[in-house]
């Protein structure tokens, strides 16, 4: 164990949307659904982070200017390469949210933070899988992957963004939000 904090970016999604993925993930019978506190879309995963580096974070964080823009959620997949770990719902492409991801590495990686950057994938967790699944379980999740293709809630505004603290337990994962930052209309 470090002496680190887990850490990630991510934008917070609106009650109304949660309500929406709160009944995609009823149709699912397989898997532990993401409690709805924990519904988010992760901009960047920070991984352990020191007091120090959350510092410089915030700062770097608070400095950033963006404009507010639309999300699309759109359709539900599965991610694992041997075998599915989770599902999510995916995202409309969107050249705003994009470039959000590219702003955030960009004034983080500035800002003397160390952390590995993925290839940005936008999703919202909706459920996670443990273990390989059985022949019925790959059947009942092909079912649900078919029957919620056309998943498509209202779009939502993004106005803000969050720097987030993960508490890992044997419960599951407890996201507490240390700031947030607005982003700004027009
Ligand atoms: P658990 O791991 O107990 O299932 P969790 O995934 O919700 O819970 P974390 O692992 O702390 O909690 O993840 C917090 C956020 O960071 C989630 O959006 C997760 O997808 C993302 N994340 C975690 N680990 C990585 C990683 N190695 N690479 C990219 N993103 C990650
Ligand atoms: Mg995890």
Sequence with gaps: MTAGHRTFVAIALPEGIRDDLAALQRGLAIGRPVPPENLHLTLAFLGDQTDEA????????????AATFDVQLAGVDVLGEQAPRLVFAGVAPNPAL??????VVQALRAAGLRFARQ?????VTIARLSGAPGWSEIGALRHYLAGHAGFRPPPFRVDGFGLWRSHL???GARYEELARYALSAG
């Design 54 to 65: 959350l510092e410089e974070a915030h700062l770097a964080l608070s400095g950033l200017r």
């Design 98 to 103: 994009a470039q959000l991801e590219r702003a």
């Design 119 to 123: 290839r940005f994938r936008p999703h």
């Design 169 to 171: 337990s044997r419960k």
